[in-house]
């Protein structure tokens, strides 16, 4: 059965740094892309980030291109989401996705989902 | 970036009826590979959300017979012959053809 299991949310100020992590278990890790996906409160989902399977390729939204950083340790079955200048808007449950395929693109498919971490930006 | 606009934004129905949400794309979704990225998400309150359809009309793994996909280049329905009481919550569409992945804005469904 897959498994992921977010951590890492919290509460943190803005300018602020924060490290997710995904534990992912009941697959073969390095087979398959991963993703974030964000969705503020009250609101819709929003793609944030993706990383192939390797590791190799990485992609991510306009809104967080510069400070976020998208990483993955497939010895460890752990996908990473290093989250820097936090903004009031990166408030959001964070969710980790696996992905159907090695690559992210042309067929982003989302077949597992966490159950979400909440990040939250404030003084 | 694809825009994804969903109608309606909420849907009432008595059990037993039908329901039907519409999906448009600002750019065809169909891929030189001959299939079109076309997704539909269930968020059940208080839930992550789940894969319902893949590739317009293919039912995901589990996902009941009443839940159906259609629709080709921009315009995509999702339609649920029989409306039970578990499939309250948000629908969302999805891209999965061009980055940014870009979603629906959602279609929330209550029951009379």
């Known amino acids: 059965e897959v498994q992921l299991l977010e951590s890492g949310g919290g509460l943190v100020q803005p300018g602020g740094s924060l490290r997710l992590s995904c534990a992912a278990s009941g697959f073969t890790f390095s087979s398959y892309a991963m993703s974030w996906v964000r969705q503020a409160p009250g609101k819709g989902l929003e793609w944030v980030s993706a990383?192939?399977?390797?590791?190799?390729?990485?992609y991510y939204a306009d809104s967080v291109k510069g400070r976020f950083t998208i990483s993955r340790d497939n010895s460890k079955n752990t996908l990473y989401l290093q989250m820097n200048s936090l903004r009031a808007e990166d408030t959001a449950v964070y969710y980790c996705?696996?992905?159907?395929?090695?690559?992210?693109?042309?067929?982003?498919?989302?077949?597992?989902w966490g159950q979400g971490t909440l990040v939250t930006v404030s003084s | 970036d694809i825009v994804m606009t969903q109608t309606p934004l909420s849907l009432s129905v008595t059990p037993g009826q039908p329901a039907s949400i519409s999906c448009k794309s600002s750019q065809s979704l169909l891929h030189s590979d001959g299939k079109t990225y076309l997704y539909w998400y269930l968020q059940k309150p208080g839930q992550s959300p789940q894969l319902l359809i893949y590739?317009?009309?293919s039912r995901f793994s589990g996902v009941p017979d009443r839940f159906s996909g259609s629709g080709s280049g921009t315009d995509f329905t999702l339609k649920i012959s029989r409306v039970e009481a578990e499939d309250v919550g948000v629908y969302y569409c999805m891209q999965g053809i061009h980055l940014p992945i870009t979603f629906g804005g959602g279609t929330k469904v209550e029951i009379k």
């Open positions: 990383i192939s399977g390797s590791g190799g390729s990485t």
């Open positions: 590739e317009v009309s």
């Open positions: 996705a696996k992905d159907q395929h090695i690559v992210v693109v042309p067929a982003a498919m989302f077949t597992n």
